[in-house]
């Protein structure tokens, strides 16, 4: 069923140098125009060399299907993830979109029902936004490898939606990819099987906010079938399940939108404290928990340099800390260089390491105060984990 290719978990990991990627063309200039600073590059420098995690799986597969890619992020070697790395993953496979009969529909509760081809999309805006986000499945299992970042251009949804103009009683946005599935729903004692569209919604105030966009393009090219092509969603600080790709019909209700992947498939139950009383609260998955995880460890000289990425709901980050084996928490650096929704970078520089076998762990804090999570054990479903990811490394 996994086709692609695995790849051995303790063997030599390809990196770029920071010098091959340079010349590919992602130039210090082109980099530069978007504020990003040349130290962000975290490609190896002259002379540094990979240490080796431990604790990778082997085989470890990063490329499970033509249609499913994990990030391996020891390979993390720029601010804006390749469309050849993106992670990518989907329920029902990829749809087939005749472009020439492609149009974006938006129905409902609405003063004008419109209905879009994508150069009409494309001449309402072309703005850029920097935004990274996670699967919400994410976790130790996959190497943390269900995250990446990238420059996106589009539309903000809510100029879109004004074409439409929503009526007052229009609560609940749903939006449609042109994917679609057979499934069996449950019913008390009733099992009902239908045909159904990938559909995820917005609350009105949430969808005419200035942070969704319509998106059309990843990296300054255009989107990739694996990212969504021709149209998707961002819904930047969210979850990646908000980011409907394929996104081909925007309907306005006014009841709650209550499909799968919004209420059932995508949900967390956590046992809380509600008023003195212990109670289950079951919540739909939306806005990113904040998770920073270590990706690389290098070594030049006698120093060793850790490397990390961070992501969240676009709160901003106000420490990441490490910790070795036992030792006490260490400030390390972030390096935050493109925008609140982009995910940040950390590392952080480890002296004095002895040969054998460490551990490893970071955690961030935001300026709110919630530190991330050393475990989550009131949470009794895998979704949303942004536990500290401890990590294992072999110095020798
Ligand atoms: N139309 C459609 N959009 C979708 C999905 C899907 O199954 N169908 N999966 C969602 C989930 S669960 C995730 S994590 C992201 C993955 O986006 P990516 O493939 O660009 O990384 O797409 C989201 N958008
Ligand atoms: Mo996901």
């Known amino acids: ?86 992670f990518t ?85 749903v939006f449609y990819g042109a994917d679609h599935g057979e499934e069996e729903a449950d019913f008390r004692q009733q099992k009902i099987k239908l045909d159904q569209r990938f559909g995820r919604s917005l609350p009105r105030d949430v969808a005419l906010s200035s942070e969704p966009y319509i998106v059309y393009m990843l990296n300054n090219e255009p989107l990739t079938t694996h990212q969504g092509a021709p149209l998707r969603l961002l819904v930047p600080g969210w979850y990646g399940v908000a980011n409907v790709k394929w996104l081909s019909h925007i309907h306005v209700q006014k009841d709650r939108y209550m499909g799968k992947f919004q209420s059932r498939w995508y949900r967390t139950m956590r046992e809380e404290k509600i008023d003195g009383e212990t109670m289950w609260n079951e919540t739909e998955v939306s806005r990113m928990r904040l998770k920073s995880a270590i990706a690389r460890v290098t070594k030049e000289g006698s120093a060793h340099r850790i490397f990390g990425f961070i992501l969240n709901d676009g709160t901003p980050v106000k420490s990441v800390e490490v910790k070795i084996d036992n030792g006490p928490w260490q400030a390390a650096t972030i390096q935050t260089p493109a925008g609140r929704y982009s995910w940040k970078f950390f590392t952080y520089t480890w002296t004095g390491a002895t040969a054998g076998e460490h551990t490893m762990v970071s955690r961030a804090t935001d300026r709110d105060g919630y530190v991330q999570p050393e475990q989550l054990a009131e949470k009794k479903t895998f979704l949303e984990d942004n536990s500290q990811f401890v990590r294992k490394v072999m110095i020798s």
């Open 1 to 86: 069923m996994f086709a692609g290719q695995p790849f051995q978990g303790r063997l030599e990991v390809p990196v770029r140098t920071r010098r091959d990627i340079l010349r590919s063309g992602l130039t210090v200039a082109g980099l530069a125009a978007f504020g990003i600073p040349e130290w962000a590059v975290p490609a190896l420098a002259e002379g540094e060399t990979l240490v080796p995690f431990t604790d990778i799986p082997n085989p470890f597969v990063t490329v499970p299907s033509e249609t499913n890619r994990f990030l391996d992020i020891r390979k993390i070697d720029g601010v804006f993830t390749p469309k050849d790395q993106f």
């Open 89 to 173: 993953t989907q329920h029902y496979g990829h749809p087939t979109v005749d472009l020439a009969a492609f149009r974006l529909k938006i129905t409902g509760l609405v003063d004008h029902p419109k209905s879009f081809t994508v150069d009409e999309i494309k001449a309402m805006g072309r703005e850029e936004l920097v935004a990274g986000f996670e699967c919400s499945g994410n976790g130790r299992g996959r190497m943390q490898g269900l995250a990446s970042n990238g420059k996106w251009t589009g539309v903000p949804l809510k100029k879109v939606l004004r074409e439409a103009g929503l009526k007052a009683d229009g609560h609940e946005v």
